[in-house]
């Protein structure tokens, strides 16, 4: 999702793209990394391969979580330092914060306390990503750094029900019941509130913080608001055009709480959101109608 509109913001612009698929090289595969790079030899690296996905996965998958991404990072940083590319930008995710910090989330609260237990081993491995940046950029002087986004949404998203987010997992539930008749589920209570940042608004802050950014610390990328999963649900419900009932399955996780980004850091460097929720899920429910047949997650995985 990340990687599709980063290429979508970046088309025009005058810049080469280079991309290679994951049948060419797995990047958890060190050789193949450093092989890729010394014949690519990118001038610079958006780095938004990762193993990711919902609260599920993330808790029921952690061994993939850890050394998947760790790998990938470790390999990226590490080929990037030795063939000179000039700047990398390595994205996180707002989960690195630990569970109960003071809400909105600044940048200096990175390890501050405990982590939410969900996804802990994806946070560590992405607060790894962050400190890998920052020491090459004190040992070698790399002009490496980090951003991390808020929950993300939007095309070319993963609908597989046990494996995606949220937004993904609503609109494929609500649309499907709208098609089918029935409720529509939602895990947890419906109380935790979560920021959604849209696919395309995402890219263009990527390409901003790359032109625009070369400091230590990492900067939130997000849009400042938040809505509970109940509401959003309503929303979601709304956007598809379903009117039956919406039923909460307790027996599911809730996650965090809160995980609201304190963008200030982003805005005093010029940039902000301009899609909102509910724009963006219009869009992404579109988008999904269009490419419902074929889409990731629910050709290997339709609904029963
Ligand atoms: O998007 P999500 O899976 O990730 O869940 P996290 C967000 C909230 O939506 C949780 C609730 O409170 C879920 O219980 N929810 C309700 C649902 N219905 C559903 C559903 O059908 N599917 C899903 N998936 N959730 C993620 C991390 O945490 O945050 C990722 O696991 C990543 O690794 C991302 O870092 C930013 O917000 O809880």
């Given at each position: 999702?990340?990687?599709?509109?980063?290429?979508?913001?970046?088309?025009?612009?005058?810049?080469?793209?280079?991309?290679?698929?994951?049948?060419?090289?797995?990047?958890?595969?060190?050789?193949e990394?450093?092989?890729?790079?010394?014949?690519?030899?990118?001038?610079?690296?958006?780095?938004?391969?990762?193993t990711?996905?919902?609260i599920?996965?993330?808790?029921?998958?952690?061994?993939?979580?850890?050394?998947?991404?760790?790998?990938?990072?470790?390999?990226?940083v590490?080929?990037?330092?030795?063939?000179?590319?000039?700047?990398?930008?390595?994205?996180?995710?707002?989960?690195?914060?630990?569970?109960?910090?003071?809400q909105?989330?600044?940048?200096?609260?990175?390890?501050?306390?405990?982590?939410?237990?969900?996804?802990?081993?994806?946070?560590?491995?992405?607060?790894?990503?962050?400190?890998?940046?920052?020491a090459?950029?004190?040992?070698?002087?790399?002009?490496?750094?980090?951003?991390?986004?808020?929950?993300?949404?939007?095309?070319?998203?993963?609908?597989?029900?046990?494996?995606?987010?949220?937004?993904?997992?609503?609109?494929?539930?609500?649309?499907?019941?709208r098609?089918?008749?029935?409720?529509?589920?939602?895990?947890?209570?419906?109380?935790?509130?979560r920021?959604?940042?849209f696919?395309?608004?995402?890219?263009?802050?990527?390409?901003?913080?790359?032109?625009a950014?070369?400091?230590?610390?990492?900067?939130?990328?997000?849009?400042?608001?938040?809505?509970?999963?109940?509401?959003?649900?309503?929303?979601v419900?709304?956007?598809?055009?379903?009117?039956?009932?919406?039923?909460?399955?307790?027996?599911?996780?809730?996650?965090?709480?809160?995980?609201?980004?304190?963008?200030?850091?982003?805005?005093?460097?010029?940039?902000?959101?301009?899609?909102?929720?509910?724009?963006?899920?219009?869009?992404?429910?579109?988008?999904?109608?269009?490419?419902?047949?074929?889409?990731?997650?629910?050709?290997?995985?339709p609904?029963?």
């Amino acid at each position: 999702m990340v990687g599709q509109a980063l290429m979508r913001r970046l088309a025009g612009t005058g810049a080469e793209l280079l991309t290679v698929g994951r049948d060419q090289v797995d990047l958890r595969r060190q050789a193949e990394v450093e092989d890729w790079m010394a014949e690519a030899r990118p001038h610079a690296v958006f780095q938004a391969a990762a193993t990711v996905g919902g609260i599920f996965v993330n808790d029921t998958r952690p061994a993939e979580f850890i050394y998947d991404n760790l790998a990938i990072e470790t390999n990226i940083v590490h080929a990037a330092w030795r063939t000179g590319v000039e700047k990398l930008l390595f994205l996180g995710t707002s989960c690195i914060y630990p569970k109960l910090a003071p809400q909105p989330l600044t940048e200096d609260s990175l390890l501050t306390g405990p982590l939410e237990s969900t996804n802990q081993w994806y946070a560590i491995a992405k607060i790894a990503g962050i400190r890998m940046c920052q020491a090459y950029r004190r040992q070698y002087g790399c002009r490496f750094i980090s951003a991390m986004p808020t929950n993300l949404y939007g095309y070319n998203d993963f609908f597989d029900l046990n494996a995606s987010h949220v937004i993904p997992a609503l609109i494929r539930k609500a649309d499907e019941a709208r098609v089918q008749g029935g409720t529509m589920t939602v895990w947890g209570s419906g109380t935790p509130r979560r920021e959604f940042l849209f696919s395309e608004d995402l890219a263009d802050a990527l390409v901003f913080l790359m032109q625009a950014y070369d400091g230590e610390s990492h900067v939130n990328v997000g849009t400042g608001t938040d809505v509970t999963v109940a509401d959003l649900a309503r929303l979601v419900a709304q956007t598809v055009g379903f009117e039956g009932d919406i039923v909460f399955d307790r027996d599911k996780p809730d996650g965090t709480p809160r995980k609201l980004l304190d963008v200030s850091k982003l805005t005093a460097l010029g940039w902000r959101a301009t899609t909102t929720l509910e724009d963006g899920l219009r869009k992404s429910y579109r988008w999904f109608r269009e490419n419902h047949e074929n889409l990731r997650g629910i050709k290997e995985h339709p609904a029963a």
